[in-house]
């Protein structure tokens, strides 16, 4: 009854109070960081599929003409036309190339 009238045992239940305030603060801080990488897993999860491209894939025509005309045109041998070697690419190459959907499509006549 003393400790009362004096003030002891309030002090106990603030320390006990600032404890408890604690151990819940722990507890809310693992909750967030918890969830937070969880959330981070996801979204790398999803960033692993492959999105799917803008144009279909090659058909057997369409590898053959680019290997066909890789190989006429590609002067360097590295497997690839360089920006000169487009250059020396044929009107009419081109044409096929169009034709067949690779490349750019050809420009009008009258665009410049």
């Not at 070697?85 to 750019?104: F, I, M, N, P, Y």
Request: hydrophobic content about 35%; charged content about 40%; overall charge positive.
């Amino acid at each position: 009854m003393a400790d009362v009238l004096l003030g002891v045992g309030n002090d106990r239940q603030k320390t006990k109070t600032t404890i408890e305030r604690l151990d819940m603060l722990r507890a809310l801080i693992l909750a967030v960081g918890l969830c937070s990488a969880l959330a981070l897993t996801a979204n790398a999860a999803d960033g692993e599929k492959k999105p799917e491209g803008k144009r279909p894939p090659l058909t057997e025509e369409q590898k053959a003409l680019r290997k066909e005309i890789t190989a006429k045109y590609d002067t360097d041998k590295d497997g690839k036309l360089s920006p000169e070697e487009r250059k020396a690419v044929s009107a009419e190459d081109k044409e096929r190339l169009s034709k067949a959907g690779l490349g750019r499509p050809p420009k009008p006549a009258d665009a410049k």
